[in-house]
């Protein structure tokens, strides 16, 4: 059974960091893509950053060059490091992780099968 649990939210003030932490169990990587996804008050959730099993990686534009996304499968954890944190970035932080999810749908939460239930980001100015 596949299980995400993330981890390593907490509060900030602007311009600080912070780095989530996604584990993962009963899951191979192989042809598989995992996203990072965020979700504020009376928001739709977004997609923020995606990776795949050959560890290329895509971000949405508001988070270029402050966020990054890497995964260490031998622990078995997926990883987001946040840097030059904004008010905005505040939200819930969610991964989640398919096989076969492609490129197109990468950004698309529903394109996922497995979730986690989140982890709370909260940025203060």
């Known amino acids: 059974q596949v299980q995400l649990v993330e981890f390593g939210g907490g509060s900030v003030q602007a311009g600080g960091s912070l780095r989530l932490s996604c584990a993962v169990s009963g899951y191979t990587y192989s042809r598989s893509f995992m996203g990072w996804f965020r979700q504020a008050p009376g928001k739709e959730r977004e997609g923020v950053a995606v990776?795949?099993?050959?560890?290329?990686?895509c971000y949405v534009d508001s988070v270029k060059g402050r966020f990054t996304i890497c995964q260490d499968n031998t622990k078995n954890t997926l990883y987001l490091q946040m840097n030059s944190l904004k008010p905005e970035d505040t939200a819930m932080y969610y991964c989640?992780?398919?096989?076969?999810?492609?490129?197109?749908?990468?950004?698309?939460?529903?394109?996922?099968?497995?979730g986690g239930k989140g982890t709370q980001v909260t940025v203060s100015s």
């Open positions: 990776i795949d099993s050959d560890g290329s990686t």
């Open positions: 989640a992780a398919d096989w076969f999810v492609g490129w197109v749908r990468g950004f698309t939460n529903r394109s996922y099968s497995y």
